[in-house]
């Protein structure tokens, strides 16, 4: 395989706090890629720095063999990455169904669009209704989405995800504040998305992360520790050591 | 029959008594009142473009007079040269190059200003919008071949084809019929595909930018939209007053105009209407008790935003969709 995703030597600092350290990761394609660690190890901010929230202060990021280190947020979204919150970020002032008929939208060239109404355009509006579906939203969709519960909003992020058409989904932490059986729930559809998009998973949850995860990264203090296949991680002396708690 | 939500009625009664109402207080010898009416729906007209923005776009300006002042100014300055000579280049009681440059230059003033101030946000975006409506009024203001803070009387109106605005009544109907298109065309922006991405970076920016949109082109053209329209309101204002002073674009008069849209009910079709009206209404009926009028004004005010969420309109909303 194929690396969609490659960083090189990536920095971020806040004042005087490291938050990624000299960061170099291979996201290959079609792969689901955990990447796990304590918290405050900057794995936010690692995310946020491929998807061009924030500014990093060195390295590089090439998407797909080209270069987009200094491309702003909304047009990395245009080639193809998307991402998820960790603390939910939806607009909850529209419905459901607008929610998720945005992020198609988005696809469908620019937005100058004065005349026609949004509501009407069969071609978004089923678009993103199929996306709902997939997520067992469907029943949801003209709700308002502030009425929604916290796990209908975790669903309505990863619809949303979906919709983008995003070829890399880099997801935080999206079993966040899930009950086990949701939890479960989406693991399994998560599964049925492999090799279908590739996807960059930073997750809390150990039990999501091996029955997910072809590939894990470890981030400790902003620094990657190792990286490999799930048995590699559970056997590496320096990951149970920094991480898990095991002596 | 039509069908028609609560809000819906309300818009629709509202609208209707606003095309009869002035009329019939002028063929009744009120004429006071057609001239209230053609304020009223004047100032609907500014505050609809400023709900543009601000209620369904999230940018709060507090620089709206701005537009005003220089759409009046734009059929003021030409009809003050028309008449006293000078400046051959914009001399001329043509309404329709008044409306023109109206609208024109509040455009522009929008695209330079909004292309600043939407750099910033929140607290900032509303004190430099403030700032630079400021800076018109000052500049106007130290305009002495423009008499300065004592203002232009234009002695001749815009002068457009088959509609003549010294007409009371004709002036009314033409502020009528610009205050439906306006709300249509919100309307129909609104709903509009720039619309829900306009109402998208309100609710959440950063997630509508994760989506590949560049907000802040977006935000800056609903900015210019809005100010075009609102420089219209100010053609329309110089007509009825002839009388056109740097008072207009005080910030004072930016302030009242936010109060109308956040009264009525921002990010509803019919509230800035409603909320012009009332303001306009009663600030009206309070100055003819009392010169103490801003008092018991202010309080009421207060009252509704503490109470009623959502404006007056909010009131209509809680009865049932």
């Known amino acids: 395989m194929t690396a969609l995703l490659k960083v090189f030597g990536l920095n971020k600092s806040f004042g005087g706090v490291t938050a990624t350290d000299d960061v170099n990761l291979d996201v290959l394609k079609g792969e689901i890629h955990a990447v796990i660690g304590p918290n405050g190890a900057g794995k936010t901010t690692l995310i946020s720095q491929l ?171 902003g620094r990657l520790i190792a990286t490999g296949s799930p048995e590699d991680i559970r056997n590496n002396d320096e990951v149970r050591h920094a991480y898990l708690g095991e002596d | 029959m039509l069908k028609l939500s609560v809000v819906g009625w309300v818009t629709f009664v509202g609208m209707v008594a606003l095309a009869i109402l002035p009329p019939v207080f002028l063929w009744t010898g009120h004429a006071f009142y057609l001239d209230l009416a053609s304020r009223l729906v004047i100032l609907a007209i500014a505050a609809v473009s400023l709900n543009l923005i601000l209620g369904y776009g999230g940018m709060v300006s507090f620089g709206h007079a701005a537009f005003i002042g220089l759409g009046a100014y734009a059929v003021g300055i030409p009809a003050h040269h028309a008449t006293w000579g000078g400046f051959e280049a914009v001399a001329s009681y043509n309404g329709l190059f008044h409306l023109l440059l109206a609208v024109g230059i509040s455009a522009l003033f929008a695209l330079i200003t909004g292309a600043i101030s939407l750099r910033t946000k929140g607290v900032y975006f509303i004190m430099i919008t403030m700032a630079f409506s400021q800076m018109a009024f000052f500049l106007f203001q130290s305009l002495e071949v423009y008499n300065g803070d004592d203002g232009l009387t234009i002695d001749i109106r815009s002068e457009l084809p088959m509609i003549n605005l010294d007409d009371p009544l004709q002036l009314y109907l033409l502020s009528y019929v610009s205050l439906v298109g306006a709300m249509i065309l919100v309307k129909i922006i609104v709903n509009s595909r720039f619309g829900m991405v306009l109402q998208g970076a309100k609710g959440n920016n950063e997630r509508m930018v994760t989506l590949g949109y560049n907000t802040y082109f977006y935000r800056l053209t609903a900015y210019v939209i809005s100010g075009a329209m609102c420089g219209y309101a100010g053609f329309l204002l110089g007509n009825f007053t002839t009388f056109i002073s740097p008072d207009m674009m005080h910030w004072t008069r930016s302030g009242e105009l936010m109060f109308m849209v956040i009264l009525g009910g921002a990010s509803t079709a019919f509230g800035a209407v409603l909320g012009s009206s009332t303001f306009v209404l009663i600030e009206e009926f309070l100055s003819s008790l009392t010169t103490f009028w801003h008092l018991p004004f202010g309080l009421m005010l207060i009252g509704v935003v503490l109470f009623i969420r959502g404006g007056l309109m909010g009131l209509f909303k809680a009865g049932g969709k």
């Open chain 1, 51 to 221: 998807s061009g929230g924030l500014k990093s202060d060195s390295g590089r990021v090439v998407l797909a063999g080209r270069e987009i280190t200094h491309k702003p947020a909304y047009a990395r979204a245009k080639l193809g990455i998307t991402r998820s919150f960790q603390i939910t970020s939806l607009v909850m002032g529209l419905s459901v169904l607008d929610n998720v008929a945005l992020a198609v939208q988005a696809q469908d060239g620019h937005s100058f669009r004065f005349l026609k109404p949004a509501r009407s355009l069969t071609h978004i509006r089923d678009a993103a209704m199929e996306n709902l579906n997939k997520v067992g939203l469907r029943g949801r969709a003209d709700s308002l989405t502030s009425e929604l519960s916290h796990g209908e909003h975790r669903q309505l992020e990863i619809a949303i995800a979906l919709a983008s058409g995003a070829e890399l989904m880099l997801l935080d932490e999206p079993m966040a504040g899930l009950g086990p059986e949701e939890s479960a729930l989406l693991v399994a559809f998560l599964k049925e998305l492999k090799g279908e998009r590739t996807i960059l998973l930073i997750e809390h949850d150990m039990d999501a992360v091996f029955a997910l995860a072809d590939r894990i990264s470890v981030l400790v203090y």
